[in-house]
């Protein structure tokens, strides 16, 4: 069987309360606690406060990344996450991330795109 890379999920999602859209510092508490939880190497990562509201971050890990993407004026995120595969199936842990993110933001999932590499 041929190597396959990995899973990519790209997500768009609204929340009931959009606080949590506004200022990255939350965020990186989350993302810092979950990529810890998930036994994931981060090696970089870069985050941003927009003026007003609204942040983008991106994450580099050894397996991959993670990245999000917010606009709280209209109750937006944009999200995607993939591991690879290189030493085992990671599908699994890929879904799990992105179900924890979703409850984190309490958000309602707009739209998911899965992408088996």
């Known amino acids: ?25 939350p ?8 990529i810890a939880e998930h036994s994931l190497e981060k090696v970089g990562e870069v985050y941003h406060d927009f003026n007003g509201a609204g942040f983008t971050a991106v ?3 050894t397996e ?9 004026e209209f109750n937006l995120a944009t999200f995607d996450i993939f ?9 699994e842990k890929v ?3 992105y179900s924890e993110v979703l409850a984190f933001f309490n958000a309602q999932e707009i739209k998911k795109t899965e992408v088996v590499r």
């Open 1 to 25: 069987m041929p190597y396959q890379p990995g899973l990519h999920i790209l997500a768009e999602f609204s929340a009931t309360d959009t606080i949590l859209f506004s200022a990255s510092a």
């Open 27 to 34: 965020c990186k508490l989350f993302f810092d606690r979950l």
């Open 59 to 61: 994450l580099c890990l």
């Open 64 to 72: 991959s990344h993670l990245s999000i993407h917010t606009w709280p």
């Open 83 to 91: 591991l690879s595969n290189y030493q085992k199936d990671n599908s």
């Open 95 to 97: 879904r799990a991330i």
